[in-house]
């Protein structure tokens, strides 16, 4: 269940201590097993180097009359039993140098860890000591900076908190928001250079939901998620495997490709930067690869102009 609100406040100190906090947590486990692992490396080389000592005896201090003598004096039988000798000989050689190998990775994997949960204690102390106080953001200071946004549909904005219960003292609110808003029917274009010449195509009105998962520091986890706003639902096209869609790049009918915009994204929505992550999805609407697997669907999206013209003629 979601209820809307109208602002909300980021403790960035206390999202950072929470952070670093976790990933200790998580170094430290992860050293522990690799601890683990070097030593039962170590215990496994140790038998290996003992094979492998015993092997290289029975070939170096046997000669060509030990074998025959063995053999019962059939030379093809002495001759199979020293190369079954030096098999075995080689495969502990080859056990020994997978278990060096595997031993001189893991503390290496060790020493990084180690460095890392050093520089991770570093910026825990560093968030402590900080001194940020708690950020406001607004949806009225989000319609401002995006007052100039061309293909936003002003006032369509809406953030949303998600929580458990029914009853208002029984509302226990999760790190766990949904931010909505609305874009206007716009023109899409090639960004490839190679096919710069293709006619611009039509992209209906997009709702899009921004999902921003906190609930565990240390682990957020963001998504986008494309509808049809009202009125809008017969616009879909036949997409990436056939798939009803709004927009080439999109792989379901809800699920867009961001590609190289995701990042952008990424970056904004973890510090709630939602302008920026509004502009960059417009960005993401206004363009498709026509060489691209998905966008190669573009085929199938009527031409802009023709949609425009319909439109205004209505």
């Not at 609100?5 to 906090?21: P, R």
């Not at 520089?119 to 953001?137: G, I, R």
């Not at 611009?200 to 520091?217: G, Q």
Request: aromatic share 12%; net charge neutral.
């Amino acid at each position: 269940m979601y209820k809307t609100i109208d602002k909300i406040t980021i403790d960035h100190k206390q999202i950072a201590i929470e952070q670093h906090t976790d990933r200790i947590f998580l170094i430290n486990h992860d050293l522990l097993t690799l601890k683990n692992k070097v030593t039962a490396t170590k215990i496994n080389l140790g038998k290996a180097e003992r094979s492998l000592a015993t092997a290289r005896l029975a070939v170096t201090n046997n000669s060509s009359w030990d074998w025959l003598r063995v053999a019962g004096g059939s030379k093809n039988l002495a001759a199979a039993m020293k190369q079954e000798a030096n098999n075995y000989l080689n495969c502990r050689r080859g056990e020994r140098f997978e278990y060096r190998d595997s031993l001189t990775t893991l503390e290496r994997r060790y020493d990084k860890y180690h460095d890392e949960l050093y520089n991770t204690k570093f910026l825990l102390k560093q968030a402590y000591a900080s001194e940020d106080t708690p950020t406001n953001h607004t949806i009225a200071d989000w319609e401002h900076e995006l007052r100039n946004c061309e293909h936003y549909v002003k006032g369509s904005i809406k953030l949303k908190h998600r929580y458990q219960g029914g009853g208002f003292l029984d509302e226990c609110y999760e790190e766990y928001y949904k931010v909505t808003m609305r874009f206007s029917p716009m023109t899409a274009c090639s960004s490839n250079n190679d096919y710069i010449d293709i006619n611009p195509i039509y992209i209906p009105s997009v709702t899009a939901d921004f999902l921003i998962d906190k609930r565990r520091a240390g682990h957020h986890n963001y998504y986008t998620v494309l509808r049809a706003s009202p009125g809008f639902a017969k616009h879909r096209y036949t997409g990436f495997e056939r798939r009803k869609v709004l927009h080439p790049h999109m792989t379901d009918t809800t699920t867009p490709c961001l590609g190289d915009f995701q990042g952008p994204i990424t970056e904004a929505l973890d510090t709630f930067d939602i302008p920026t992550a509004v502009v960059v999805l417009g960005m993401f609407l206004q363009q498709f690869d026509p060489a691209d697997a998905a966008g190669r669907s573009y085929r199938n999206f009527p031409l802009a102009e023709s949609m425009f013209n319909q439109e205004q003629a209505a």
